[in-house]
């Protein structure tokens, strides 16, 4: 639902705890904040809608945010971005293949820019290995085009529900985020019995490099959907209660999660480490 951000880039307060290996994502009152740390400083931007809440609205709103933080810090460079969400119909025109950001853009939730970049080099070095050599036929171009557009789509409703599954509504976009219907999504199910021969010719090409969703059941978890379903506890498998199966698999991730605790309590931070294999020559 948005098309807009602030961005930034804030100093660090507290680097040893602040510098971490992955990129923080969070919801407020009218969209979401990233927050990305990196050697030097953290970039962080807040995405939102302006059919919501203005330009200056949205600014004040992320420097509430940054001040509640203790980030807002000095003079800070804040930058407005504008952007539209969507792809284009044929990704491959002639000689021009548009890969990742060139060829749609959604929202940048989950990393999804850096995704298609690397998913559609994949696709099209797949379609250009092809033998013979350097012969690409019109069916090898509208079948790359669809995958990729697959792909973007899967994405696309990969993102969707991480509104789809909120109940957020402590806020006019967010109430809104409730009512929006996904009966589009629902309809293009499209659950057959019958193969399609060009499609079936398309994934056995390249459906080993589609998207699948692997993340669906942690933001579900997280979301609090279908996560203690009492069908699902109480069903068998094989004779067998999933609850006692669950309990057994949560037992092993614990005694996995504390050998690895044990096998790294005395090895150097992450800070240490890019100090002295990479950041060495750098005040840091």
């Not at 971490?20 to 990196?38: F, R």
């Not at 293949?97 to 749609?104: E, F, K, W």
């Amino acid at each position: 639902p948005n098309n807009s951000a602030w961005a930034v880039q804030v100093p660090y307060t507290d680097k040893r705890k602040q510098l971490v290996t992955y990129t923080d994502c969070h919801a407020i009152g009218n969209g979401w904040v990233w927050n990305t740390p990196v050697w030097s400083r953290m970039g962080t931007g807040y995405v939102f809608s302006d059919k919501y809440i203005d330009d200056e609205g949205a600014l004040q709103e992320f420097k509430d945010l940054l001040q509640s933080k203790g980030q807002l810090n000095g003079e800070l460079d804040f930058r407005k971005l504008k952007f539209r969400v969507g792809c284009y119909e044929r990704l491959w025109y002639k000689n021009v293949v548009p890969i990742g950001l060139s060829a749609g853009f959604i929202e940048p939730l989950e990393s999804n820019g850096l995704y298609s970049v690397h998913m559609f080099l994949t696709k099209l070095i797949r379609v250009l290995d092809r033998e013979p050599e350097g012969y690409v036929s019109q069916f090898d171009k509208d079948a790359y085009s669809l995958s990729c557009k697959s792909q973007f789509k899967g994405f696309s409703e990969f993102v969707a529900l991480h509104y789809a599954l909120s109940h957020r509504d402590d806020t006019e976009y967010w109430r809104d985020v409730g009512r929006r219907e996904y009966s589009e999504f629902m309809h293009n199910l499209n659950i057959t019995p019958h193969v399609d021969a060009f499609k079936a010719a398309c994934e056995m090409k390249f459906v080993n490099y589609e998207f699948d969703n692997n993340g669906i059941n942690c933001i579900a978890t997280g979301t609090n959907y279908f996560a203690t379903e009492r069908n699902a506890i109480e069903s068998h498998i094989n004779g067998e209660n999933f609850y006692k199966n669950a309990l057994k698999a949560a037992h092993r991730l614990n005694k996995k999660r504390d050998h690895w605790a044990e096998l790294v309590k005395d090895e150097p931070e992450l800070i240490d480490i890019l100090k002295e294999k990479i950041y060495y020559d750098e005040e840091g």
